[in-house]
């Protein structure tokens, strides 16, 4: 048990770790870049035509504390932490005066809905297809979905998005291809609310699932392989266990366990290829969010999505680090 | 080197069509030097015109010739994947060896930013640098920003190459014949670890292009620089699609597809080609 404990504690340390860095990032690129987005906000505001000069310095003077540039430096850094730890963003510039966190709260559970039932769907469908071919060698229907899948493995999210919405939007129009439900609908738990939620979400899901899925495939299928060379198995066949069975409990069993890792380690790509799915299919979720902030240029949305989103990963990453031990028993013992 | 590439094209099918679907890319690259405009002018031929025998993949909406806008646009985005690849290779290479030869507190140190790197969303991070350098932004900046986040992972598989070369004999003989740190790691372990970051710098390749195409088509970078996500996004901007010029659109998508498979191609076939296993397999034993 003592073994599991310092495990936890190792993996609550790269926790700290990833939102300590990331955060410090965040405030390098908006507190030490050349560019002052106030002095930009105000050129932009103030080009539209005649402003009172008093009125420019209080609204200067309003959008430094908004953004957190008044003081020094070392009071900045404090008041940037202090905000974050409390998620006060401050309110929303382009949707005023609601709070960000309230936007945020509002979009995070689509984004968490889509992004872990693809992420599941697409590791679990690539590791059992992936276990199969590298199992069955000789047959040709595997053979054939690892061409697919080293096809479709490289290409970029935006790419597979668009091209589904040109298939499912123009070419053959059966699929709802924008938002998150039907409009006018009251979204409470009414069956036709979730059948609606269901049906918007497959487009968006299928993109991931689609690019998601070839990775997964193509490691297992080598992993399995690998196993395949191991005493164990022969010894395992040569004792006549059944084939089946070698496969799921002995072969399986053993190369899943760097699979799991390898979820972790590219839930931060996951989430990349989420932001762009949402945009594409105007899911209501973080990615379009950040995108319409960008475009509107709301300082304290953007900031906060940017947030959330290295938080909400790396409790993803943990979450998973957490569920490790079941799979590999050696992590206890050492 | 020449009997390497023999040997892969003779025996590696993966390294054949990749190599010809690269080929391909470079040759429309390589075009847009003898360009007759350049990409930067609009409404030099008239707009909107399909593919025909005179612009051979049709006009854009802007009375550009997408043929050379093509060309110009592959051209930026290879060499914005280079530029990516080769800084990040040289951070990762340092840190890979360093970390993997030191071991103990350094490279426990090391390993955590490493690991922190590679699970932090990076779109999210680029889209606030975008945010704050607005029109300020550059291709080379850019670049710079992701091959400081894009070499962590490659970054572990040297380490994990090292470890192992430093349990080696040879390794022993060097430090006993009195060779530097810097000299044992550039000069013995270096070469062993060349092969996979040859391999490594397609795959980061495809993933910096891919990071890019998609921030251009959202219109998070310098949009005046003619790149296939800058194509994209001034498609969008005229609504190619609902217009019905479609050919702005699908042969940029159809270029940079084939450029990703390619290079894919390589990575894999180059993988196949470090392992000695399946070398054998592939080579059926001639070298």
């Not at chain 1, 409470?188 to 487009?203: D, M």
């Not at chain 2, 060499?79 to 840190?95: D, E, H, Y």
Request: charged fraction near 10%; charge should be neutral; aromatic fraction near 12%.
């Amino acid at each position: 048990m003592s073994g599991y404990a310092a495990y936890v504690g190792r993996r609550l340390g790269q926790f700290l770790l990833v939102v300590f860095i990331g955060i410090n990032v965040a405030y390098v690129i908006t507190h030490a870049s050349p560019i002052d987005p106030v002095e930009q906000s105000i050129s932009a505001v103030s080009s539209y035509g005649n402003t009172a000069p008093g009125a420019i310095e209080q609204m200067r003077n309003s959008l430094r504390d908004l953004y957190g540039l008044s003081g020094t430096p070392s009071e900045q850094y404090l008041l940037f932490w202090k905000r974050i730890l409390r998620a006060d963003f401050g309110p929303s510039m382009s949707a005023f005066p609601t709070p960000v966190a309230t936007l945020i709260g509002r979009a995070l559970p689509w984004t968490v809905g889509l992004l872990s039932v693809s992420t599941i769907v697409a590791w679990g469908l690539g590791n059992l297809l992936g276990g199969l071919a590298g199992y069955y060698r000789q047959s040709r229907g595997l053979k054939l979905m690892g061409v697919i899948a080293m096809g479709l493995h490289p290409i970029p999210y935006y790419i597979v998005a668009m091209l589904l919405l040109i298939v499912f939007g123009f070419v053959w129009p059966v699929l709802p291809i924008t938002g998150g439900s039907t409009m006018n609908l009251p979204q409470t738990w009414t069956p036709e609310f979730v059948l609606s939620v269901l049906q918007h979400a497959i487009l968006p899901a299928l993109s991931l699932i689609l690019i998601g899925v070839g990775s997964w495939f193509l490691g297992m299928r080598a992993l399995v392989s690998n196993v395949l060379a191991e005493e164990f198995v022969l010894y395992a066949e040569l004792a006549g266990v059944k084939p089946w069975r070698i496969l799921t409990l002995y072969v399986m069993r053993n190369a899943i366990v760097p699979q799991v890792t390898g979820l972790a380690m590219s839930l931060g790509g996951i989430f990349n290829g989420a932001v762009i799915t949402e945009k594409v299919f105007g899911y209501p979720g973080l990615g379009s969010l950040l995108v319409d902030a960008v475009y509107a240029g709301d300082y304290g949305l953007v900031l906060g999505v940017t947030t959330i989103s290295i938080l909400g990963v790396s409790v993803g990453v943990l979450l998973i680090d957490l569920t490790y031990p079941l799979l590999d028993p050696r992590v206890k013992i050492s | 080197m020449a009997v390497l590439l023999r040997n892969l094209l003779r025996h590696s099918p993966e390294f054949r069509i990749g190599a010809v679907l690269i080929a391909v890319v470079l040759l429309l690259a390589t075009l847009a030097s003898v360009s007759p405009s350049p990409p930067e002018i609009v409404y030099v031929v008239p707009p909107d015109l399909p593919p025909s025998p005179t612009y051979w993949f049709g006009t854009t909406s802007r009375g550009q010739d997408v043929f050379w806008q093509l060309s110009f646009a592959i051209r930026n985005t290879l060499l914005f994947g280079c530029n990516v690849a080769l800084t990040s290779r040289v951070i990762a290479l340092t840190v890979g060896l360093i970390s993997g030869y030191k071991g103990g507190w350094t490279d426990r140190a090391l390993m955590s930013v490493n690991d922190t790197l590679i699970v932090i969303p990076l779109l999210p991070i680029l889209v606030l640098f975008y945010f704050v350098m607005r029109d300020q932004i550059s291709w080379l900046m850019l670049a710079l920003i992701m091959a400081c986040f894009g070499w962590a992972y490659d970054a572990r598989l040297i380490r994990s190459v090292v470890m192992s070369l430093r349990a080696r004999e040879f390794t022993q003989t060097c430090l006993f014949s009195g060779m530097s740190t810097r000299q044992i790691l550039t000069e013995e372990h270096l070469p062993y670890v060349l092969p996979i970051v040859f391999s490594t710098t397609m795959n980061n390749m495809v993933w910096s292009i891919g990071l890019e195409v998609t921030l251009a088509v959202l219109g998070f970078t310098d949009i005046d620089r003619p790149t296939i996500g800058g194509m994209i996004y001034w498609a969008n901007q005229h609504t190619a699609m609902v217009a019905g010029v479609w050919w702005w659109i699908a042969f940029p998508t159809l270029t940079v597809v084939v450029a990703f498979i390619g290079l894919f191609l390589l990575a894999v076939s180059a993988n196949a080609y470090i392992d000695p296993r399946s070398r054998l397999w592939t080579t059926g034993g001639a070298s």
